[in-house]
């Protein structure tokens, strides 16, 4: 079952069972993909898929920052739960050890030293764990490696 099968899946059970949190997040994550379909009139691949998926993972984790400076408790909730759902559709994250280990085997690759290779590793690594670790976490263990 693909990813896309089962984001319709999971959408007709949350109507049969009333979550309108899963019902709202599965739609926007399927208009999302519909999108690029028609933008780039291709068939999505589950790579596409996921990619959509860490997109919206991203947003709602920056949303949630400014809602806690907000002091905006509703909101708070409402995006955790948002994220909790993102969470289920992406693949098991990895853990600080084993992406420290991609990132030095990346950094040793192509032999960055300082911050301006920055750029190259994130080139590198970011379609390497696509789904598996978020932008900032890969620039955060980056930068540990590199100063």
Known sequence: MTLKDKLMDDLKQSMKNKE???KSVVILIRSAIKQKEVDERV?????DVLAIISKQMKQRKDALEEFK???REDL???TEQEIDILTQYLPKQLTD???ESII????NQIGATTMKDM???MGIATPKVQGKAD?????EIAKKFLN
Not at 104 to 107: C, N
Not at 135 to 139: E, S, T
């Open 43 to 47: 068939e999505v691949s589950e790579e």
């Open 69 to 71: 400076k907000a002091q």
């Open 97 to 99: 050890d084993e992406l």
């Open 104 to 107: 030095r085997d990346i950094i």
């Open 119 to 121: 750029g190259k590793i």
């Open 135 to 139: 932008g900032k976490r890969i620039n």
């Open 20 to 22: 309108q949190i899963r």
């Open 76 to 78: 708070i909730l409402q």
